[in-house]
């Protein structure tokens, strides 16, 4: 009896602790809810920014919807594998699946789906594009066999344009200003600008939306496009926009306001340590030197003055003009002291990281996102003349390697390339490594360097070995990456679709609605069978639902059909182990147990069944994430990580909750609705 009160004792936990644990539990909660449904925090966030000064930022993780949910779409390839040793055609798939793979990524497509198949002797490659509707797109962006280069270090990178490219450039210049002048003739003659920018504008991606740029906001678009339409109304521009850069042919369609923006500029002091300075003046000779100039200062010399004392990189040309900014475009003392000045006033010493500023509002006025549709005509520039990148293509390709392979360095043990060129390429290699003893060659697999080594002697074997600080697995990578542009494995498109959702909106809403009915019939379920733990079942299940969505951002899970269902079967789940811990209660509670000792008794019982269910089906999920396909896994994947977050939230989130309950003197008063039945 004393051993039993002893265990009784030991188990117990205090108020203090209870109380501690639900407060942990609660924040938990609101940070999880916040996450899921972040329309109320992003609320409270906007409330708090007003009255301070800080910039604090939206919550914004946004749930990831599988091919089923969204669209997309759907492309099968065939790769060419005859020329391919049997024993390597696996590795060489694989290494095109990585590459793909990566292509994919760069267009921003959320959790694509790429993978391989074999069936008999046919291998296929399976592409699947969430939220990418236009297929002939989605064809070219992933387009079709790897490119490997062997590049050199670019000797004309850098060197200024001769006076004869200057003038070439002037040239064509004057005939690419005509040829805009001609497109806008033709709006102007009453051509559609859609159609027209369709056909001849130079920016890919408007034109395919037929020249709609959408909303420009400052520092993400045409900053010359914003201020030519800020004080103009709707309508084509009569001539020529011109921002160095491009030419535009520009219609407004609409305008929104956004703010305030102000017009400036300064007068800059540095010294030795300030940011990018280029001084060597201490620092009081600077704030010295600001405070003799800003006494003679007025708005009508201001610009005069700081031509002839800024120290601001060009200042002698521009007379420290800053245009037209709005908030968030300069350091904070900078852009607080502008806004604070009236207009055409001059303000005192202003001081941030990069010096001492005297600053000369010249305006203000409100700020305007500008809706714009247009053409665009490129300017040939300086750098079009002259190849400025970095690395020059060679003769050297994939073409000639013949394999690519993991290998390790016999002296020192570390992982390292190994790689074997035909004929060609060992005449080719041998050429260019006796050109750049001591200087660095550039691999590059679609554009992008993936090694860059030094060569340290001309290599005519036809064999080189790239070394570095590799892991085992990336170097293997490095070889498979290799091994996929080098090898001929040409992919050919063999069926392409555009997937519409599985659901349409009606469906979706229809499904939702039924969520909530079921959801609140379960609610009904467990107040009325299980009164107050019932209720705490409710708050359980609130919380598992926001931790559950939370953790599917944060991954982020993409959610599928199946992968919906395995979250909904989960909620059983959570539910289930609430009923199995209350009915053992009800159990413990008729051997006149005291109310705390029957609830730990209750979910030390009740853990077992709970553990071992929920064990064995996880068990079952790996496997079958491990060993199926995609539209499996997505049910594997959620239906796992519910049946782990459900075992937290019915041994740690219940029973916190219950026992924190049970301490109060409601316990006591309405022993009833604890599930205490009367004495017999």
């Known amino acids: 009896m004393v051993s039993s009160m002893k265990k009784r004792l030991k188990g117990q936990v205090s108020r203090s602790a209870l109380i ?42 946004p749930i990831v919807l599988g091919l089923d949910l969204q669209g997309g779409t759907h492309l099968e390839y065939a790769a060419d594998l005859s020329e391919v040793p049997e024993g390597e055609r696996g590795d060489a798939m694989e290494g095109v699946r990585d590459l793909i793979e990566r292509r994919v990524n760069q267009m921003g497509v959320s959790e694509p789906l790429v993978q391989t198949t074999r069936a008999g002797e046919q291998y296929r490659l399976t592409v699947e594009l969430a939220g990418i509707r236009d297929v002939n797109e989605a064809i070219q962006m992933i387009g079709e066999t790897p490119i490997l280069e062997f590049r050199e270090e670019n000797p004309e990178a850098g060197r200024e344009p001769t006076e004869e490219e200057l003038a070439q450039l002037e040239e064509e210049n004057k005939v690419i200003k005509e040829e805009a002048q001609g497109y806008l003739e033709r709006v102007q003659n009453g051509e559609d600008l859609s159609a027209l920018a369709r056909e001849v504008s130079d920016d890919a991606e408007s034109a395919y939306r037929g020249g709609d740029m959408g909303w420009l906001i400052e520092n993400q678009g045409s900053p010359k496009l914003i201020e030519y339409f800020q004080d103009r109304e709707p309508g084509l521009a009569p001539e020529l926009i011109d921002d ?3 030419y535009y042919i520009a219609r407004l369609d609409d305008k929104r306001d956004a703010g305030t923006e102000v017009k400036a500029s300064h007068i800059l002091f540095q010294w030795a340590d300030a940011a990018s300075s280029q001084t060597s003046s201490t620092k009081e000779e600077a704030r010295a ?8 200062l007025t708005p009508e010399n201001f610009a005069e003055r700081a031509s002839e004392y800024s120290e601001e990189p060009g200042a002698g040309q521009s007379a420290g003009e800053l245009g037209w900014f709005g908030p968030g475009a300069m350091v904070a003392p900078f852009e607080e002291a502008t806004f604070a000045l009236g207009e055409n006033e001059i303000s005192g010493i202003v001081e941030t990281d990069f010096g001492f500023h005297i600053i000369h509002k010249t305006g ?23 190849n400025s990148e970095p690395w020059r293509r060679t003769e050297l390709t994939g073409k000639q390697l013949n394999r690519a392979i993991l290998d390790f360095d016999p002296q020192t043990g570390a992982p390292i390339v190994t790689l074997d060129f035909d004929g060609e390429g060992t005449k080719l290699f041998a050429e260019l490594t006796k050109n750049n003893i001591g200087k660095p060659i550039a691999i590059f697999l679609d554009g992008e360097p993936i090694s860059i080594p030094t060569v340290q002697q001309e290599i005519p074997s036809g064999q080189a070995v790239i070394s570095g600080s ?19 494995v040409p992919i050919e498109i063999i069926a392409q679709q555009s997937v519409g959702p599985v659901l349409g909106a009606e469906s979706v809403a229809r499904s939702i609605q039924a969520g909530l009915y079921g959801f609140l019939f379960v609610i009904l379920f467990m107040i009325l069978i299980y009164r107050l733990p019932g209720l705490v079942s409710v708050f359980a299940l609130a919380f598992y639902g926001a931790l559950i969505f939370a953790v599917f951002k944060l991954v982020p899970v993409t959610l599928s059909l199946s992968g919906i269902a395995g979250f909904i079967l989960s909620l059983g789940i959570v539910i289930d182990a609430n009923v199995l811990i209350f009915e053992r209660l009800k159990e413990e509670l008729k051997t006149d147990k005291p109310m705390m000792a029957a609830v730990d008794e209750a979910f030390r019982r009740a853990w077992t069944s709970i553990r071992d269910g929920n064990v064995t089906t996880l068990i079952v999920c790996f496997v079958l994430y491990t060993f199926t396909s995609s539209l499996i896994k997505g049910f594997a994947l959620t239906l796992g990580i519910g049946i782990l977050l459900s075992m937290f939230t019915a041994i740690v989130v219940t029973r916190t909750i219950l026992k924190l309950l049970v301490a109060t003197p409601l316990s006591r008063q309405l022993p009833w609705i604890f599930l205490q039945g009367k004495k017999q």
């Not at 639900?22 to 925090?41: N, Q, R, T």
């Open 289 to 296: 030197k600001a405070e003799s100039v800003l006494a003679e």
């Open 244 to 246: 160095g850069v491009r």
């Open 364 to 386: 203000e006025r409100p700020r305007r996102d500008v809706k714009v549709t247009a053409i665009v005509v490129d300017q040939k520039k300086a750098s079009d003349l002259i």
């Open 470 to 488: 590799f892991t085992i697995d990336e170097a293997k990578q490095l070889a498979q990456r290799l091994q996929a542009g080098a090898l001929p």
């Open 20 to 61: 501690k644990r639900a407060s942990l539990i609660l924040l938990l909660f609101l940070v999880a809810a916040s996450v899921s449904y972040p329309k109320g925090a992003n609320w409270v966030i906007d409330r708090f920014n007003d009255v301070t000064s800080l910039k604090v930022r939206h919550v914004n993780y």
